[in-house]
Nanobody
């Protein structure tokens, strides 16, 4: 059973920083892609940042402020968020494309989400 667990969300003032973590656990053979999506109230789930083979891609709205990184030995991904704005508020979901042990295919997995609230 593969599981993604996020942590690190919270309440922060405008201009502040937070660091999110996502730990993938279970019988994992390979992870090809990991990323973060966020969902603001009343909106759909939008891409924030993804990393594939060490190459990051960012939404335009977070470029220069957010940094995505991974610790492959720990199957853990991080999102360093700086200069936070109220519009960054939302439920942040961890996302992974991975192949479980015993499986021949890659599948998409999601975490349960962690709330980030930026006050003005």
């Amino acid at each position: 059973q593969v599981q993604l667990v996020e942590s690190g969300g919270g309440l922060v003032q405008t201009g502040g920083s937070l660091r999110l973590s996502c730990a993938a656990s279970g019988s994992i053979f390979d992870i090809s892609t990991m990323g973060w999506y966020r969902q603001a109230p009343g909106n759909g789930r939008d891409l924030v940042a993804i990393t594939r083979s060490g190459t990051p891609t960012y939404a335009n709205s977070v470029k220069g402020r957010f940094t995505i990184s991974t610790d492959n030995a720990k199957n853990t991904m991080y999102l360093e968020m700086n200069s936070l704005k109220p519009e960054d508020t939302g439920l942040y979901y961890c996302y992974a494309v991975l192949r479980a042990l015993g499986s021949s295919e890659y599948g998409i997995y999601w975490g349960q989400g962690t709330q980030v609230t930026v006050s003005s």
